[in-house]
Nanobody, 125 residues
Framework: QVQLVESGGGLVQAGGSLRLSCAAS????????MAWFRQAPGKEREFVAA????????YYADSVKGRFTISRDNAENTVYLQMNSLNPADTADYYC??????????????????WGQGTQVTVSS
């Protein structure tokens, strides 16, 4: 079992940046592939980025590639999402997720077993 707690969301103007954090409980964090998803009002939850257990491999949705960076600190049991050049289309609740199998290339909601409660990101134009 792992518990995930996101933080760092807020209101930002278009073109600005935010850094989301996801703190995980438990001693097995380094064995989990981690990912970020987002869900805009009235829309389905969608994949944003994923990272391998060591952090060496990263995978991004086309919509955020070149603007967002996922990283992790296994010593601190934390995964991050640095978001730059934000635009109103990035407005959503952002969730981190953990996959015990360690497969970082998975991008479906059902592939991830553990989820945080989400943090809200609002980008104003």
């Amino acid at each position: 079992q792992v518990q995930l707690v996101e933080s760092g969301g807020g209101l930002v103007q278009a073109g600005g940046s935010l850094r989301l954090s996801c703190a995980a409980s438990g001693r097995t964090f380094s064995t989990y592939a981690m990912a970020w998803f987002r869900q805009a009002p009235g829309k389905e939850r969608e994949f944003v980025a994923a990272i391998s257990t060591s952090g060496a491999y990263k995978y991004y949705a086309d919509s955020v590639k070149g603007r967002f960076t996922i990283s992790r600190d296994n010593a601190e049991n934390t995964v991050y999402l640095q978001m730059n050049s934000l635009n109103p289309a990035d407005t959503a609740d952002y969730y981190c997720a953990a996959d015990p199998s360690g497969n970082y290339y998975l991008r479906r909601v059902l592939d991830y077993d553990y989820w945080g409660q989400g943090t809200q990101v609002t980008v104003s134009s």
